[in-house]
């Protein structure tokens, strides 16, 4: 069993920066790839992006690339999202997942934190 536990959220003006962080309990944290999403008011969970068990692979939805940067230190069993340049559409609840490498589902969930950008 993994729990995963977000912070670093708030509130920020348009073009300001955030860091997210994510801690997990457990152990094999990096036997988990690690995963960002979102949840916007009145909007359906996005995928933001993904960072395997190592962190030789990392994906971005598009429309955050260039802007954010997800980062894992194994050793602290943490994962970060790096958010520069936000913008009023990055409003939203964000999650932190995990999974198994071996398996497709994020199965382990955090509570979340809140992001929000003011215009």
């Known amino acids: 069993q993994v729990q995963l536990v977000e912070s670093g959220g708030g509130l920020v003006q348009a073009g300001g920066s955030l860091r997210l962080s994510c801690a997990a309990s457990?152990?094999?944290?990096?036997?988990?790839?690690m995963g960002w999403f979102r949840q916007a008011p009145g909007k359906e969970r996005e995928f933001v992006g993904d960072?395997?068990?190592?962190?030789?692979?990392?994906g971005y939805v598009e429309s955050v690339k260039g802007r954010f940067t997800i980062s894992r230190d194994n050793a602290k069993n943490t994962v970060y999202l790096q958010m520069n340049n936000l913008k009023p559409e990055d409003t939203a609840l964000y999650y932190c997942?995990?999974?198994?490498?071996?398996?497709?589902?994020?199965?382990?969930w955090g509570q979340g934190t809140q992001v929000t950008v003011s215009s």
């Open positions: 960072i395997s068990g190592n962190g030789g692979r990392i």
């Open positions: 997942a995990g999974r198994r490498i071996s398996v497709k589902d994020f199965a382990y």
């Open positions: 457990g152990r094999s944290f990096s036997g988990y790839t």
